[in-house]
């Protein structure tokens, strides 16, 4: 084998390095350098900024692949097409290195995925997770704002996705709980509250759920009502609502003849078109007044299940103005206690034809306390949660 004079050889390498100069250094339009075709794509989507992802990404043999797939660190800033970066550096300029994958936001071909209270839209910038909704901080257990709506939950551990928590923590003793109207006395949005009589419907300590405050209201004949306005298009509702009642429903006596708890208005102003959950009869039941049809079935009345006096028990009901019949739903503690699901579950017989008896009634939600057996009682509700999509629980 014959080997060249050292001579030839350094005028072969001072010419190789006058051609790279030549060439000049690489550019933000990564073209073609000495890290070959690894930084021959930089120019395009990769990275959070286009341009100056894939611009270095050919700068040297070793680093091209490195900093040539810089995504966006942070998520979703690079939506789309964004996060391709693959390409940028396969050539002999090294691998992609850690730059290729996103950052701790997710994909950013899908801008991220939501964190674990954002909302369904609170993802779409990626990250660590969007906002929840107007009402708390995100997170599956975040405490809602005054009428707010939480990610994932709300205040008392919603379970399903909720539109309005409150806790009445913000209200004052002795005053109305803020952003409701009420029916007190059977005045709309009565400014006299307590009224003359001591019917009321306010804000106290004497028996909480969870912190200092909880609705309180007293009442007998004369109803004593909270009542939240219901988004437009409503016709399937889930309450939770913890109660303490200073009377029993359920097994009640022979005298009883019907109480309201909890229920649904289509006028707000009056008593004339309600759903009412209590109890009917001395038994756990329902009442739809513009009918006047009761449920249970005469069978059942004055006796069990019951709603414990003087203690806190979890309330939820299920307002289902979808289903082919409209159904009922009432649980205590998590126990179904009460349900309407036909025509025959009803004593009266003048809603057995009448499949959508809810029509037109989902106007406002309404919780407190009336007795058309005259009972005086006092009732203190706390940790109220509302949802369209789904039982929230009692956790």
Same mark, same amino acid.
């Given at each position: 084998?014959?080997?060249?004079?050292?001579?030839?050889?350094?005028?072969?390498?001072?010419?190789?390095?006058?051609?790279?100069?030549?060439?000049?250094?690489?550019?933000?339009?990564?073209?073609?350098?000495?890290?070959? =075709? !690894? #930084?021959?794509?930089?120019? +395009?989507?990769? @990275?959070? %900024?286009? *341009? $100056? &992802?894939?611009?270095? /990404?050919?700068?040297?043999?070793?680093?091209?692949?490195?900093?040539?797939?810089?995504?966006?660190?942070?998520?979703?800033?690079?939506?789309?097409?964004?996060?391709?970066?693959?390409?940028?550096?396969?050539?002999?300029?090294?691998?992609?290195?850690?730059?290729?994958?996103?950052?701790?936001?997710?994909?950013?071909?899908?801008?991220?995925?939501?964190?674990?209270?954002?909302?369904?839209?609170?993802?779409? =910038? !990626? #990250?660590?997770?969007?906002? +929840?909704?107007? @009402?708390? %901080?995100? *997170? $599956? &257990?975040?405490?809602? /704002?005054?009428?707010?709506?939480?990610?994932?939950?709300?205040?008392?551990?919603?379970?399903?996705?909720?539109?309005?928590?409150?806790?009445?923590?913000?209200?004052?003793?002795?005053?109305?709980?803020?952003?409701?109207?009420?029916?007190?006395?059977?005045?709309?949005?009565?400014?006299?509250?307590?009224?003359?009589?001591?019917?009321?419907?306010?804000?106290?300590?004497?028996?909480?759920?969870?912190?200092?405050?909880?609705?309180?209201?007293?009442?007998?004949?004369?109803?004593?009502?909270?009542?939240?306005?219901?988004?437009? /298009?409503?016709?399937?509702?889930?309450?939770?609502?913890?109660?303490?009642?200073?009377?029993?429903?359920?097994?009640?006596?022979?005298?009883?003849?019907?109480?309201?708890?909890?229920?649904?208005?289509?006028?707000?102003?009056?008593?004339?078109?309600?759903?009412?959950?209590?109890?009917?009869?001395?038994?756990?039941?329902?009442?739809?007044?513009?009918?006047?049809?009761?449920?249970?079935?005469?069978?059942?009345?004055?006796?069990?299940?019951?709603?414990?006096?003087?203690?806190?028990?979890?309330?939820?009901?299920?307002?289902? /103005?979808?289903?082919?019949?409209?159904?009922?739903?009432?649980?205590?503690?998590?126990?179904?206690?009460?349900?309407?699901?036909?025509?025959?579950?009803?004593?009266?017989?003048?809603?057995?034809?009448?499949?959508?008896?809810?029509?037109?009634?989902?106007?406002?939600?309404?919780?407190?306390?009336?007795?058309?057996?005259?009972?005086?009682?006092?009732?203190?509700?706390?940790?109220?949660?509302?949802?369209?999509?789904?039982?929230?629980?009692?956790?």
């Amino acid at each position: 084998m014959t080997y060249a004079p050292l001579s030839r050889l350094a005028i072969g390498l001072s010419t190789v390095s006058l051609l790279a100069l030549s060439l000049g250094s690489p550019g933000c339009s990564g073209g073609s350098s000495s890290g070959g =075709t !690894g #930084g021959s794509t930089g120019t +395009g989507t990769g @990275g959070s %900024s286009t *341009g $100056t &992802g894939g611009g270095t /990404g050919g700068s040297s043999t070793g680093t091209g692949g490195g900093t040539g797939g810089s995504v966006s660190g942070t998520g979703g800033s690079g939506p789309g097409s964004g996060g391709s970066v693959g390409t940028g550096g396969t050539g002999t300029g090294g691998s992609v290195s850690s730059g290729g994958t996103t950052g701790t936001g997710g994909n950013v071909s899908t801008g991220g995925t939501t964190g674990t209270g954002g909302t369904g839209t609170g993802g779409a =910038t !990626g #990250g660590t997770g969007g906002s +929840g909704g107007k @009402g708390g %901080s995100t *997170g $599956t &257990g975040g405490s809602a /704002g005054k009428g707010g709506s939480p990610g994932t939950g709300g205040s008392g551990g919603a379970g399903a996705t909720t539109f309005f928590t409150d806790d009445f923590e913000s209200d004052t003793a002795g005053k109305q709980p803020a952003g409701f109207d009420n029916l007190l006395a059977y005045i709309f949005n009565n400014t006299s509250n307590p009224a003359g009589d001591g019917t009321a419907a306010v804000a106290d300590g004497t028996h909480v759920h969870g912190g200092k405050m909880a609705a309180h209201f007293h009442g007998a004949a004369n109803p004593a009502f909270l009542q939240l306005k219901l988004p437009s /298009g409503t016709n399937h509702l889930f309450a939770r609502v913890w109660v303490y009642s200073s009377v029993q429903m359920g097994n009640g006596p022979s005298s009883d003849n019907h109480e309201t708890l909890l229920g649904i208005t289509g006028d707000p102003t009056g008593v004339g078109n309600q759903v009412r959950f209590g109890m009917i009869k001395g038994a756990i039941g329902t009442n739809q007044s513009a009918t006047d049809d009761i449920s249970p079935l005469m069978a059942k009345w004055y006796m069990p299940p019951v709603i414990t006096a003087n203690a806190w028990l979890c309330i939820e009901l299920e307002f289902d /103005g979808t289903a082919a019949y409209n159904a009922l739903n009432a649980y205590s503690d998590g126990t179904l206690v009460h349900s309407i699901s036909a025509g025959t579950d009803w004593q009266n017989g003048n809603l057995k034809s009448v499949p959508n008896w809810m029509n037109g009634i989902f106007t406002d939600f309404m919780f407190g306390y009336q007795s058309f057996s005259s009972t005086t009682a006092d009732v203190w509700m706390d940790d109220l949660a509302l949802s369209k999509v789904g039982r929230i629980g009692c956790n």
